[in-house]
Nanobody
Framework: EVQLVESGGGLVQAGGSLRLSCAASGFTFDDYDIGWFRQAPGKEREGVSCIRRRDNNTNYARSVKGRFTISSDNAKNTVYLQMNSLKPEDTAVYYC?????????????????WGQGTQVTVSS
C-alpha cells in the first residue's frame, strides 16, 4: 500500500519557521520525484517545491524561493520542507506528492500519489 504521511504543520507567527516531513512507503522511492503542493481556501492547489530523486535536483516556486528548502533522507525514505521567514500568505494545507515526472510537470492533476495534507497557519 502506497503511503505518504506528512507531519510538522502547525500555527506559527510571521517570521517563524516550520519543518514539514513526508514519510514515503509502498513504492520504489528512488523512481519518484517527491514534492510539496499547497492549497489555501478558495484557491487552486499550487506547486511549492520538488526534489528529483535521481540527482537531487530541486526547484521552487518563485513565492518561496530563498525561504524554503527541500531535502531528502534516503535512508528514511523521507522528504523534508524547511520553511523559514514564514508569511501569512503561506497559510494553506500542504500536501506531499509523488510522481515519476513531478519536477518536470508540477501539475497537480498529473500527480500519482498524494499525502493527506497538513495545515500550516501563519499569523500576522
Amino acid at each position: 500500500e502506497v503511503q505518504l504521511v506528512e507531519s510538522g504543520g502547525g500555527l506559527v507567527q510571521a517570521g517563524g519557521s516550520l519543518r514539514l516531513s513526508c514519510a514515503a512507503s509502498g513504492f520504489t522511492f528512488d523512481d519518484y520525484d517527491i514534492g510539496w503542493f499547497r492549497q489555501a481556501p478558495g484557491k487552486e492547489r499550487e506547486g511549492v517545491s520538488c526534489i528529483r530523486r535521481r540527482d537531487n535536483n530541486t526547484n521552487y516556486a518563485r513565492s518561496v524561493k530563498g525561504r524554503f528548502t527541500i531535502s531528502s533522507d534516503n535512508a528514511k525514505n523521507t522528504v523534508y520542507l524547511q520553511m523559514n521567514s514564514l508569511k501569512p500568505e503561506d497559510t494553506a494545507v500542504y500536501y506531499c506528492a509523488a510522481d515519476p515526472s513531478l519536477c518536470r510537470t508540477v501539475v497537480a492533476a498529473l500527480v500519482e500519489y498524494w499525502g493527506q495534507g497538513t495545515q500550516v497557519t501563519v499569523s500576522s
